[in-house]
């Protein structure tokens, strides 16, 4: 008994749903690859302006340097 389309359904699914699929693989490809280095980057700076703060001896960052920026904190006053 013949039918009546050239394909099924589920050929059709597939070239329809595979091409979106394949381009969001691509964009999202290098995303996950810059997520680890930028976790890391970020982490780095946290940890030197952490280090940097903890070898002042009285722990507050003088006037004028932008480590509550590095930090994510803003500054107390003393």
Do not use: N
């Not at 589920?10 to 690859?33: E, G, K, N, Y």
């Not at 703060?53 to 509550?68: D, F, I, K, N, T």
């Amino acid at each position: 008994m013949p039918r009546d389309t050239l394909v099924s359904w589920r050929t059709f699914a597939l070239f329809v749903l595979l091409p979106p699929a394949a381009i969001a693989a691509i964009v999202f490809f290098p995303v996950t690859l810059l997520v680890p280095f930028w976790l890391y980057y970020r982490g780095k700076l946290r940890a030197k302006a952490d280090s940097a703060l903890s070898e002042r001896c009285y722990c507050q960052p003088p006037w004028g340097v932008a480590s509550h920026v590095l930090t994510g904190r803003r500054p107390t006053h003393p």
